[in-house]
């Protein structure tokens, strides 16, 4: 019996119906799930979204006259950049996720139908579900509509919209492409190859100087001269470039339907590999948290998602400050983007590392405490280590810093890092979740709870990433280590906090319970 | 050694409860049956005797220990092989050994350990991740864990689900051997015959109540498959 729709026997238009239908199915089934609450939550979120969306257009576009469109010469000349940058920003998040993620984990998926189009067009329905995505895509349109002002501002905002929507279908295309090499023979090898060539050519950019030619001549000013027609009022330009994009948006939307279906047809090798590979067993651990540690670094490092997200992480915000040959003060955000990145891998849902291992690893005679801890000292150094790499990178091009421009970059490294980790830590004994992180594109969590995750820390380690920016402009290094105790000690009693909720039998019995399954 | 002594067990799930007053005593040297359907409270009631889910109300002494006192001491004394998964799913067999090993304080376990995995089968997927086990591979390991530090209390929930014959075999001699040293053992499972023939006695649950306590032979044959099936409408 077949269950799928096929393009030659069914026509592109009932596969394209069945596939968007499909998708409409899954975020409702996904939504009934919900409880009550988190459907209160989900509706102030999207509302929250919508209406900073709505300001990131029209605040800027007021202000213009206010600041008397000050540095707007300058914001011109940059916009097909931040166009493009946005686009990049896609394609990283496409491939780091595996081809997007998942509307329905695939072990729940299993039993129904699902085709690679609804794949597909699920993962491009959550792709905004990402705070670096709508940080990204307000700061496109915010900077846009300030150049422009408010003229005629419905007209000229339609052209950006649409770039942002053909941006992030481009990605999606991109990240199922690359998810199909990596599945394919030697396709570790060649994925690897592919970012060496590119990472090396961006390298060769930036040192041969050649980078602002290059961005200079990127076509994504036609985006900016569209939305500039309306302004102008020239409106078959407009109405040109309108269709022109929205009919990119079809294609690239419905073509990315095509490398998702090679992708997913491919077996997982990398996830085989780790799953059938022999490990080496290692000495016996001398102390219980040892012991407890050894397993959790395990459980970390031998996940796809988690291996490909860590360096990800480690390596993109890095090399994005060498390219932009970031001053320390600026700096000293990265460890805040950083710590947020690693916690959403994993960390905000800490004990699904264990799976289905958690009521067994419960049964073990082991303090509560000591358990606790094992997950805290994991996920600290996991967030230390891929912060020190961004650091690492950063100071090839930040030049030797001062005493208080290292202190605040170091202070904020760790503050951040126990800042994240407390917080990720309340949130996994509050909001257990099954999750099966065998898969590229598995979550901690649900999407939507996630995209609410990742706007909380992004927000929170920000705040703390600038006020070391501050402190790093200090005469003395002294400054920051007075603004690093007092967080510190917030950050050890909110920790203290939830490890005492651990140790309660009966929070910890529905934590384990939970992430078992 | 082992005996289990439960008496009016609630054991609540915000508003479902699970249990609703059960009563259990296991005597060591002996395996009882927990009989019953899809949530009789079979799997809460292991649960609570492991110390992983703390009793809403009741008493639960395992192996002269109350679990809700000392549930450190509980699961010394117990080995639990739990219903559903059981294993970290990206490590080895060998690290669960090793990491129950260090916290059950087990010396010169190497040999048990692999003694046991090789009677399971496992001997040759000893160093492989458990996330790429079939089921039955993941029970029969779950069995091993359980058994491995020889406990006076012996939990297994679900022990035969969708095992091979030879891993059934195995698995009713680890718990021939349990009964042997004078452990308790306690079995959930909803397959009646193996149950009959681990087992000597018998307790079938309905809707989180004790309905029946009985010898396990009263359940043998036809005549014992429609008694039981009685007890489950």
């Keep these: ?19 968007v239908a499909d998708v409409g199915a899954l975020l409702t089934f996904r939504r009934a799930g919900l409880r009550a609450g988190a459907r209160r939550r989900l509706r102030i979120g999207a509302g929250l979204v919508l209406g900073l969306t709505v300001a990131a257009i029209v605040v800027p576009a007021l202000l213009r006259a206010p600041l008397d469109g000050r540095r707007v010469g300058d914001l011109v000349a940059v916009l097909p950049s931040v166009y493009l940058g946005f686009a990049v920003l896609t394609v990283v998040a496409a491939i780091s996720s595996g081809g997007g993620r998942e509307l329905l984990p695939r072990d729940q998926a299993v039993a129904f139908p699902v085709s690679a189009l609804t794949e597909h067009l699920g993962a ?12 990204q895509a307000w700061a ?19 052209p950006l919209l649409l770039w942002i929507a053909v941006a992030t279908a481009f990605g999606q295309l991109v990240g199922w492409g690359f998810e199909g090499l990596r599945r394919g023979p030697h396709g570790a090898l060649v994925t690897r190859s592919i970012v060496a060539v590119v990472a090396a050519g961006g390298v060769g950019l930036v040192l041969g100087g050649r980078t602002t030619d290059l961005l200079d001549r990127s076509p994504t000013v036609e985006v900016y001269l569209a939305a500039a027609a309306a302004t102008g009022g020239l409106w078959w330009h407009w109405l040109i470039a309108v269709l022109l994009l929205g009919g990119l948006l079809v294609l690239l939307a419905l073509a990315g339907g095509i490398p998702a279906r090679w992708a997913l047809k491919r077996p997982q090798r990398e996830e085989l590999r780790l799953e059938s590979g022999h490990r080496e067993p290692g000495p016996n651990p001398r102390s219980d948290l040892a012991a407890m540690i050894r397993l959790d670094r395990a459980s970390i490092w031998r996940a796809v998602p988690l291996r490909r997200g860590l360096l990800v992480l480690g390596l993109m915000p890095g090399a994005v400050a060498l390219a932009g040959e970031l001053t320390w003060d600026l700096v000293t955000i990265l460890p805040g983007l950083v710590a947020s990145g690693g916690a959403l891998l994993f960390g905000v849902n800490t004990w699904c590392l264990d799976g289905a291992g958690a009521l067994w690893r419960d049964s073990l005679p082991v303090d509560p ?8 000292v994991v996920l600290f150094e996991v967030l230390l280590v891929a912060g020190a790499l961004t650091i690492a990178l950063a100071a090839v091009r930040a030049g030797a810093p001062s005493s208080a421009e290292l202190a605040s970059v170091l202070l904020a490294t760790i503050v951040v890092a126990a800042q994240v980790v407390a917080t990720s830590l309340r949130w996994s004994v509050r909001s257990p979740y099954a999750v099966n992180l065998r898969s590229a594109r598995a979550t901690p969590a649900p999407p939507v709870v996630m995209a609410g995750y990742s706007a909380r820390l992004a927000a929170k380690t920000t705040v703390v990433g600038l006020i070391f920016s501050g402190t790093s402009l200090a005469a003395d290094w002294r400054a920051a280590a007075l603004v690093a105790v007092p967080l510190l000690c917030w950050s050890a009693y909110r920790l203290v906090g939830t490890a005492e909720a651990w140790a309660h039998p009966v929070v910890r019995a529905r934590v384990v319970a939970t992430v078992s399954g | 050694m082992g005996d289990i002594k439960v008496r009016g067990l609630r054991v609540r799930f915000g508003t479902v409860e699970a249990v609703r007053g059960i009563d259990v005593t296991a005597y060591g040297g002996r395996a009882t049956a927990l009989l019953g359907r899809n949530g009789a409270g079979k799997s809460t009631t292991m649960r609570v005797l492991a110390g992983v889910v703390p009793p809403t109300a009741g008493t639960v002494v395992v192996d002269g220990i109350d679990v809700v006192a000392d549930p450190l001491r509980t699961k010394r004394r117990t080995g639990y092989c739990p219903d559903v998964g059981g294993l970290v799913p990206r490590a080895t067999p060998w690290e669960h050994l090793q990491l129950a090993a260090r916290l059950r304080r087990l010396e010169d376990w190497e040999d048990r350990g692999r003694d046991l995995l090789e009677r399971f089968e496992l001997g040759d997927a000893a160093h492989r991740v458990t996330g790429g086990f079939s089921h039955g591979m993941g029970r029969r390991l779950s069995v091993v864990l359980a058994a491995f530090h020889e406990p006076p209390v012996l939990l297994l929930d679900e022990p035969f689900d969708g095992v091979d014959p030879l891993g059934v075999d195995a698995t009713q001699q680890v718990i021939r051997e349990a009964k042997a040293r004078g452990a308790a053992v306690l079995v959930s499972t909803h397959l009646r015959d193996l149950a009959v023939e681990a087992c000597e006695d018998a307790l079938v649950l309905r809707g989180g109540s004790a309905v029946a306590g009985m010898d396990a032979a009263e359940l043998v044959g036809e005549a014992g498959a429609r008694a039981y099936r009685s007890l489950l409408d």
């Design chain 1, 1 to 19: 019996m077949r269950t799928d729709r096929s393009w030659t026997e069914d026509g592109p238009v009932a596969v394209v119906a069945t596939g």
């Design chain 1, 369 to 376: 405490k000591v358990a606790f801890l094992a997950k805290v």
């Design chain 1, 140 to 158: 496109l349109l915010g900077t846009t509509t300030y150049v422009l002002g408010p003229r005629h501002l419905a007209a000229a905002v339609v």
């Design chain 1, 124 to 135: 491009l329905v959550l792709a905004p579900l990402n705070v670096a995505w709508l940080i």
